[in-house]
């Protein structure tokens, strides 16, 4: 759903799914070097049992480059083959408590963020730098003071959404988070109790007829 909409859609947090470009970047020094939300869209006048369930529109919660915080279907995101400017993408389950107020502030600070523009700067290096010594404002602001921020990395995004879902806790700042930290082959990320995050999944989008390898899902069965 395109961020001019007239009316805000209501995204369902899922799970989260990371990416690889040929070469990884070389500041970020990580394997993964995107990262974006699984969600899915519901009508803003959808009853809430249809928000509570898999009803809706699958679709892609993410800050990129060209286009800043978006939502894209993943119907369009699989139609236009933007999975072929990856070499890899891999899904990673995130399981945590749906509390009611968690779920009305996702979809709060998503609405808030779509259109913002993309953006990975020299302050931005320098925040990661001073962060460790911001913690106590880090979280009293919820991990960081999103209304006041202007641009997003995408890593940034995913670890603002999940301390919004209180997968994450907030005493970080979401600007010392890269898209690797994300991967299940980095050391095991702090999250609070009862949440959990699932091994890495690669998606597969060209093994048709194939058994796909162990771990690889095809894309017509992500099942989330």
Known sequence: MPHGSAVPPRPQPLAHTCSLTPPSRPVSQVRWDHIALF???VPPDAPKEMADSTAGELALLEATGPSGV?????V???TNEWH???SRMAL???AFE???DCIAAFESFVNSELGKPYSLSLSKLSKRASAASKAPRAAAEGGRSYAEEASYFCSELVAQALMTLRVLPVDRSSVVFW????GSQSPPLRLNEGCSMGDEQLIDFHTFGRAPPRKII???ELNI
Not at 179 to 182: C, K, S
């Open 39 to 41: 969600v899915r869209v």
């Open 92 to 94: 990673r389950r995130v």
């Open 179 to 182: 898209p690797g930290d994300f």
């Open 70 to 74: 978006q939502i894209i279907p993943w």
């Open 76 to 78: 369009e995101f699989v």
């Open 98 to 100: 749906r509390r009611p």
């Open 84 to 86: 072929d400017l990856y």
């Open 218 to 220: 095809p894309y017509r």
